[in-house]
């Protein structure tokens, strides 16, 4: 099966995204358990909850460039890959670590899932449809 660059490459980043979301998940449920205050093991569950989320959805946005070729769709790609980073990689940080300033951090990442979710919208919106 042949597919388009732009589909392969959100194929990797949906894996991507994907393993190290079940990665951090297994790392705090097992390795950070007892390790960490409530709280803070809370903070971090919260970053692999959207981490995971976003994977899923890379991976939606991949299945739809296979067939729709919107440059629009790894723009959107793009946006949640580097949100996960920021906001579940500042999540991460600061709960392991306990160093507060990475909190501020954590809403670009925020803002950029935001930001994609909103740029999905207006590319649907955009789209023509067919039949009535």
Do not use: D
């Not at 909190?103 to 935001?114: E, K, V």
């Amino acid at each position: 099966m042949s597919i388009t660059p732009s589909t392969r490459n959100l194929l990797l980043l949906a894996a991507i995204a994907g393993f190290t979301g079940v990665l951090a998940g297994t790392f705090g449920a097992h390795g950070l358990k007892g390790r960490l205050s409530p709280e803070m093991l809370t903070t971090f569950e919260v970053g692999v909850r959207y981490h995971v989320i976003h994977a899923v959805a890379l991976l939606g946005l991949a299945a739809l460039s296979a067939s729709v070729h919107n440059k629009w769709i790894v723009r959107v790609g793009w946006l949640f890959f580097t949100g996960i980073i920021i906001f579940a990689g500042s999540l991460y940080a600061l709960a392991i670590t306990g160093e507060q300033w990475l909190g501020m951090i954590t809403p670009f990442g925020g803002q950029l899932f935001l930001i994609g979710w909103l740029a999905m919208g207006v590319c649907a919106w955009r789209m023509r449809t067919t039949g009535s």
